[in-house]
Nanobody, 115 residues
Framework: QVQLVESGGGSVQAGGSLRLSCAASGSFFSIHVMGWYRQAPGKQRELVAAITSGGSTDYADSVKDRFTISRDNQNTVSLQMNSLKAEDTAVYFC??????????WGRGTQVTVSS
């Protein structure tokens, strides 16, 4: 089992920045993919960014050139969010997929961007 703990959420003005972090712990061999999803009220949960153990990244079109995902170590992922917009407001969830294709989710952290 993998436990994911998110941190770094908060409230900022449009144009500001936040850095989210997710730390994984528990009983697992290794994590293949870690990423961030977000869900706004009344909206579907959507991929924000993801990174593989090999360093390959994937971003939602809406955040490309503004957000950067990185692996701080094997079990920690960060999301640097710059030039935040009101539409970035959502609960952000960390997601991890192990080499055994098991998926785990964090409980989410609120990001609020005011205009």
């Amino acid at each position: 089992q993998v436990q994911l703990v998110e941190s770094g959420g908060g409230s900022v003005q449009a144009g500001g920045s936040l850095r989210l972090s997710c730390a994984a712990s528990g009983s697992f061999f290794s994590i293949h993919v870690m990423g961030w999803y977000r869900q706004a009220p009344g909206k579907q949960r959507e991929l924000v960014a993801a990174i593989t153990s090999g360093g390959s990244t994937d971003y939602a079109d809406s955040v490309k050139d503004r957000f950067t995902i990185s692996r701080d170590n094997q079990n920690t992922v960060s999301l640097q969010m710059n030039s935040l917009k009101a539409e970035d407001t959502a609960v952000y969830f960390c997601r991890a997929e192990t080499t055994g294709a098991n998926v785990f989710w964090g409980r989410g952290t609120q990001v609020t961007v005011s205009s």
